[in-house]
């Protein structure tokens, strides 16, 4: 099988880092080309000395251009609302592109405008993209041009209450989520809040009541819901989250408790085997 040629734009991240180590192991991948503003010129095992002997490559500048000549598919993991230009030229060119930031998760553009406090300047893009939880969108992402990545929390919740919303189960009113990131989630650049004396030994809640996953968490559950209720042609109420995060004392991961109240009682074991069977 011919591997597809890959390219990584905004390489020196956490999620960019990461998303390097996989594609270098990926057996289908061939990873040939890697970005950083902060970084060009230097090679990767320098910035991550983890990936000394499995990439080969130094970072470059960002060129969209440049990146699709080298690549079949393009991956950004730029920060949220600069990946708004690069994906469009990325696609421009007739290359695959998978977007890790939020420019392209939300469907609506006043929407992504309310929460990231900038106009989507490619609103005709988001039509395109699928969002990409292979879970719920195995299909669209396969013969998806362009696939906007899941957000953390979103990732967590959306599965965790999927298999209720798609069986039009819950009350969407009463969905609570509580969830515990690591440190690593607010990204590389260095900041307070992560300083070791400070985040150590604690946990702190942070964005409470205005996180801007609040939408996307929303948004995926409200199709779960829409799809549940199209053959009866009723129209679904859009599912109301309250949603807390939490920061912890720990590199990375994730541990998200929904709770929420159903329409109808069931037993505990009808509930596992739903789970189950989704």
């Known amino acids: 099988m011919k591997k597809v040629r890959v390219a990584i734009?905004?390489?020196s991240g956490?999620?960019?880092?990461?998303l390097v180590r996989l594609a270098a192991l990926h057996p289908h991948f061939d990873l040939h080309a890697v970005t950083s503003e902060k970084s060009a010129g230097v090679p990767v095992a320098t910035?991550?000395?983890?990936?000394a002997g499995l990439v080969p490559l130094s970072f470059q500048a960002l060129s969209p251009e440049a990146l699709a000549e080298r690549a079949d598919a393009v991956f950004l993991a730029l920060p949220h609302t600069k990946s708004l230009e690069p994906v469009s030229a990325c696609l421009n060119t007739g290359k695959l592109v998978v977007d890790l930031s939020a420019d392209y998760r939300l469907t609506d553009p006043a929407i992504y405008e309310q929460w990231y406090n900038t106009p989507h300047t490619y609103p005709g893009l988001l039509k395109d993209a699928v969002?990409?939880?292979?879970?719920l969108h195995r299909a669209a992402i396969a013969k998806a041009r362009l696939v906007a990545s899941p957000g953390c929390y979103p990732t967590a919740a959306v599965l965790q209450l999927a298999p209720l919303f798609a069986r039009d189960l819950v009350q969407p009113h009463t969905v609570v989520i509580d969830a515990k990131s690591g440190v690593s989630g607010a990204g590389r650049s260095p900041a307070l809040p992560y300083h070791f004396p400070e985040a150590h030994e604690s946990l702190e809640p942070y964005k409470i009541g205005g996180h801007r996953h609040i939408p996307e968490i929303e948004q995926e559950l409200g199709r779960l819901l829409q799809q549940a209720t199209q053959p009866s042609n009723t129209v679904a109420a859009q599912p109301i989250v309250t949603f807390t995060p939490h920061l912890v004392p720990m590199n990375r991961g994730i541990f998200s408790t929904a709770y929420c109240k159903l329409k109808s009682p069931m037993s505990l074991p009808d509930l596992r085997a739903l789970y189950r069977d989704f």
């Open 9 to 11: 734009a905004g390489a």
């Open 14 to 18: 956490y999620a960019g880092a990461e």
């Open 47 to 51: 910035v991550f000395p983890s990936l």
């Open 131 to 135: 969002y990409g939880l292979p879970e």
